[in-house]
């Protein structure tokens, strides 16, 4: 579920819609939990699917730890990637944002540690990355790990309208690393090892 202060709107041709904030949303925020509506594909479920409608599930899910594609049932699915995401998924199944969100602004995320099956090279963002490759998480999951640690501290501050939507069991070991008890589960554990094609 995105977060309720969203809207679907279209960006430009190039990337077509986008999950826009219709409100401030400040960092620390929950902005994405993975529900019960959600639908999760497994690589059985796949298999049966309709070809054509297996395009449609690649272009709109999610690869996650497990090989399973996940398409969010609502415009969470519309969030488009960034080199420099407004958002940063964690390993309990919740995405925070990373810095304040403006309204108008788009809520984004990094293709790269969502398991893309192939390589592709994004819009062009003046950053040093250009293409978004299947191993990124396995290159860039200390970072990634880094601005969830960075928001910590935000996260129990601002208000959490998604909160009753994370499984408790989920919640409450999240709510160990909280409290110090327990460390930060990284995003490399989110990652699924597939055939990663040549860079050169």
């Known amino acids: 579920m995105i977060h309720p202060d969203t809207e679907l709107r279209f960006i430009n041709d190039v990337v077509g819609y986008g999950v826009v904030a219709k409100k401030f949303i400040p960092k620390g925020t929950i902005t994405w939990v993975q529900d019960d509506l959600d639908q999760v594909y497994t690589p059985e479920d796949i298999r049966r699917i309709n070809p054509v409608m297996q395009t449609y599930l690649d272009t709109y899910s999610f690869t996650n ?25 964690t390993a309990y199944d919740f995405e925070i944002a990373i810095r ?32 978004v490759y299947p191993d990124d998480i396995l290159n860039y999951y ?5 601005a969830i640690k960075d928001n910590m501290a935000n996260i129990g501050v601002v208000s959490q309208p998604l909160l009753r939507f994370i499984p408790q069991a989920n919640w409450a070991e999240f709510s160990k690393v909280l409290s110090g008890e327990a460390p930060l589960r990284s995003i490399k554990t989110c990652y699924f090892e597939q055939k990663i094609l040549d860079r050169s």
């Not at 730890?65 to 996940?70: C, I, L, P």
């Not at 969470?76 to 960034?82: D, G, I, P, Q, T």
């Not at 293709?111 to 819009?123: D, H, I, Q, R």
């Open 142 to 146: 200390e970072v990634w790990d880094g």
């Open 65 to 89: 730890s497990r090989g399973e594609k996940v398409l969010c049932w609502d415009h969470a699915k519309y969030v488009n990637h960034s080199f420099n995401p407004s958002c940063m998924s």
């Open 100 to 131: 304040d969100i403006q309204p108008g602004e788009q809520l984004t995320d990094d293709y790269g540690y969502l398991n893309v099956s192939e390589p592709f090279e994004a819009e062009d963002e003046g950053t040093e990355r250009k293409v």
